[in-house]
């Protein structure tokens, strides 16, 4: 019986040993268990233990169960968190230069966006994400940002104006939308679909799959094609953290990662072509937005490139002009 107890306890402290040997990779996010990247970071989290063989425990905290996308962002550079999916625009206030990769009507399409972002442009922020403490793991597709309210429909420049819009805490984009007459909000995710549902605000502008899957169509009535803005989602670690791995771990974290990442691209483009349809089928009224529109809405925001450009700095304004060039933007 004395044997058999001792063996008892000799197998349970191996057992919690075991246990305590793995890496424990926790990561959060502010978007929705439906959303792709949701979906995108339990392919990560399939992918690095399968290439660890069940070595590293990734535990996945999606739709705010870690808080708002601002409190991620702050709980990952205090390493309180090892890694999380955010907006890119969510880091601009740590990050500024990230605006660049933020101004009104920049991308004609998201192959475009994307060829930025995984070229010197990209490489330039990750440098500027590292003096934060931050490690960029890559970007994945938010997509083109879309306008919603409750007020009306959005014909022409003019009905913009006077409308309190809440925005993500971007100066870049905040400055767009004044430039357009409205009156915007910062405001975090978590809070906005109370903010619409009491008529604090009018409206808000977000892909069409998260207009979908955050339920927005049930507090809003409007929406319209604008693709003011061509947004990301940064995958960021903790520096101190990941500097801390060994090396084949870091490659198990980056190869994993990199599969996700395409996963989510592919995805995004189809939750994206499905999320209009879908609004309209759960009583949207969907205003296309007509050349003469869309052309105001870019004479009405050009400046606020200029103006952005102006702020930052100017090696990496420089990389992304000839980026743009080569692309023939």
Same mark, same amino acid.
């Given at each position: 019986?004395?044997?058999?107890?001792?063996?008892?306890?000799?197998?349970?402290?191996?057992?919690?040993?075991?246990?305590?040997?793995?890496?424990?990779?926790?990561?959060?996010?502010?978007?929705?268990?439906?959303?792709?990247?949701?979906?995108?970071?339990?392919?990560?989290?399939?992918?690095?233990?399968?290439?660890?063989?069940?070595?590293?425990?990734?535990?996945?905290?999606?739709?705010?169960?870690?808080?708002?996308?601002?409190?991620?962002?702050?709980?990952?550079?205090?390493?309180?968190?090892?890694?999380?999916?955010?907006?890119?625009?969510?880091?601009?206030?740590?990050?500024?230069?990230?605006?660049?990769?933020?101004?009104?009507?920049?991308?004609?399409?998201?192959?475009?966006?994307?060829?930025?972002?995984?070229?010197?442009?990209?490489?330039?922020?990750?440098?500027?994400?590292?003096?934060?403490?931050?490690?960029?793991?890559?970007?994945?597709?938010?997509?083109?940002?879309?306008?919603?309210?409750?007020?009306?429909?959005?014909?022409?420049?003019?009905?913009?104006?006077?409308?309190?819009?809440?925005?993500?805490?971007?100066?870049?984009?905040?400055?767009?939308?004044?430039?357009?007459?409205?009156?915007?909000?910062?405001?975090?995710?978590?809070?906005?679909?109370?903010?619409?549902?009491?008529?604090?605000?009018?409206?808000?502008?977000?892909?069409?799959?998260?207009?979908?899957?955050?339920?927005?169509?049930?507090?809003?009535?409007?929406?319209?094609?604008?693709?003011?803005?061509?947004?990301?989602?940064?995958?960021? &670690?903790?520096?101190?953290?990941?500097? #801390?791995?060994? !090396? %084949? +771990? *870091? $490659?198990?974290?980056?190869?994993?990662?990199? =599969?996700?990442?395409?996963?989510?691209?592919?995805?995004?483009?189809?939750?994206?072509?499905?999320?209009?349809?879908?609004?309209?089928?759960?009583?949207?009224?969907?205003?296309?937005?007509?050349?003469?529109?869309?052309? &105001?809405?870019?004479?009405?925001?050009? #400046?606020?490139? !200029? %103006? +952005? *450009? $102006?702020?930052?700095?100017?090696?990496?304004? =420089?990389?992304?002009?000839?980026?743009?060039?080569?692309?023939?933007?």
């Amino acid at each position: 019986m004395i044997i058999k107890t001792a063996l008892s306890v000799s197998f349970l402290a191996l057992a919690a040993a075991s246990a305590q040997a793995k890496e424990v990779i926790r990561v959060a996010g502010n978007f929705a268990t439906e959303h792709s990247s949701s979906l995108a970071m339990l392919k990560f989290e399939e992918e690095l233990e399968r290439l660890s063989n069940g070595e590293i425990d990734v535990n996945i905290f999606p739709a705010q169960q870690l808080g708002g996308a601002a409190e991620n962002v702050q709980a990952v550079k205090i390493g309180a968190i090892e890694l999380m999916w955010v907006g890119t625009a969510y880091l601009t206030r740590t990050v500024p230069e990230l605006e660049v990769i933020g101004l009104p009507f920049q991308f004609p399409d998201r192959e475009t966006a994307f060829a930025i972002v995984d070229g010197p442009v990209g490489a330039a922020l990750d440098d500027k994400m590292a003096n934060e403490g931050l490690t960029s793991l890559g970007y994945m597709e938010l997509g083109f940002r879309q306008l919603t309210n409750n007020a009306r429909p959005i014909v022409n420049v003019e009905d913009i104006e006077g409308l309190k819009i809440r925005l993500q805490p971007n100066e870049t984009h905040l400055a767009t939308f004044r430039a357009l007459g409205a009156n915007p909000v910062a405001m975090d995710v978590k809070e906005l679909y109370s903010a619409l549902e009491q008529g604090v605000i009018d409206g808000q502008e977000n892909p069409f799959a998260i207009i979908n899957v955050a339920g927005y169509a049930e507090v809003q009535e409007h929406v319209s094609n604008t693709g003011h803005f061509f947004d990301f989602i940064s995958v960021v &670690a903790n520096e101190k953290w990941f500097d #801390g791995l060994d !090396a %084949d +771990t *870091k $490659a198990m974290v980056e190869e994993a990662m990199g =599969t996700a990442i395409a996963f989510q691209r592919d995805l995004a483009a189809e939750q994206d072509a499905e999320g209009l349809a879908l609004l309209e089928a759960d009583g949207m009224i969907y205003t296309e937005v007509s050349p003469e529109l869309a052309s &105001a809405l870019r004479e009405k925001t050009a #400046g606020v490139a !200029a %103006d +952005t *450009k $102006a702020r930052l700095d100017p090696e990496l304004v =420089t990389i992304l002009d000839a980026e743009t060039g080569k692309l023939g933007m």
